[in-house]
């Protein structure tokens, strides 16, 4: 099983500023198959990402993803308000797909 | 507008069996890979499985096989997640979400997500 582990656990940040999230996985993971998720308190998990870097339809151009093999990043280049929550990596070509634990983003 | 409705909440006792579902509307439900996450209260997401309602192919978490059952019936397009014998570490959310291509491989992220159906066991 691939494990992947996220950091920080928390973020404390300011709306405006700048965040990456990091992900790392026990094992190389092909960039195809690697995909970030927005959870906000009480909904259903949103699509941000998939493919490393492409964005899921109408998620904003403020969020970019980047990395390749084991190291991957959720970048949000200017927070706003409704950005603050939680956030998960996963992928998906292992079996079982796995999901990271989750990084929360919550306002400093 | 394509989405997925599933069930209303659940309270059951510890031994029992449950069937929630997930109805979908707005695609073409024999051609995508739907599948469920779990959540229990306060922590993370686990992939528990999906299938292919076009030729009923399953795959599972070796987490959660043999302990919940998968399904999908055409005829209503609707998936299913069961339970032949609830515990009461079985309390969480479950969500049903589908693949994000209408594509046979079973390696994509889940796209369109249901509301979620809480399930509580408790004596």
């Known amino acids: 099983e691939i494990v992947l582990t996220q950091s920080p656990g928390t973020l404390s940040l300011s709306p405006g500023e700048r965040v990456t999230l990091s992900c790392r996985a026990s094992?190389?993971?092909?960039?195809?198959?690697f995909a970030w998720y927005q959870q906000k308190g009480g909904q259903a998990p949103r699509l941000l990402i998939y493919e490393t870097s492409t964005r899921a339809t109408g998620i904003p151009d403020r969020f970019s993803g980047s990395g390749s093999g084991t190291d991957f990043t959720l970048t949000i280049s200017r927070l706003e308000p409704e950005d603050f929550a939680v956030y998960y990596c996963?992928?998906?070509?292992?079996?079982?797909?796995?999901f990271g634990q989750g990084t929360k983003l919550e306002i400093k | 507008e394509v989405q997925l409705v599933q069930s209303g909440a659940e309270l059951q006792k510890p031994g029992e069996s449950l069937k929630i579902s997930c109805k979908a509307s707005g695609y073409t439900f024999t051609k995508y890979w739907i599948g469920w996450v779990r959540q229990v209260p306060g922590k993370g997401l686990e992939w528990m499985g999906i299938?292919?309602?076009?030729?009923?192919?399953?795959r599972y978490s070796p987490a959660f096989e043999g302990q919940v059952t998968i399904s999908a019936d055409t005829s209503m397009n609707t998936a299913y997640l069961q339970w032949s014998s609830l515990k009461a570490s079985d309390t969480a959310m479950y969500y049903c979400a589908r693949h994000r291509r209408e594509v046979v491989t079973a390696h994509e992220p889940f796209h369109i997500w249901g509301q979620g159906t809480m399930v509580t066991v408790s004596s």
């Open positions: 996963q992928q998906y070509v292992g079996s079982p797909r796995t």
């Open positions: 094992q190389s993971v092909s960039t195809s198959f």
């Open positions: 299938v292919y309602p076009g030729d009923a192919d399953t």
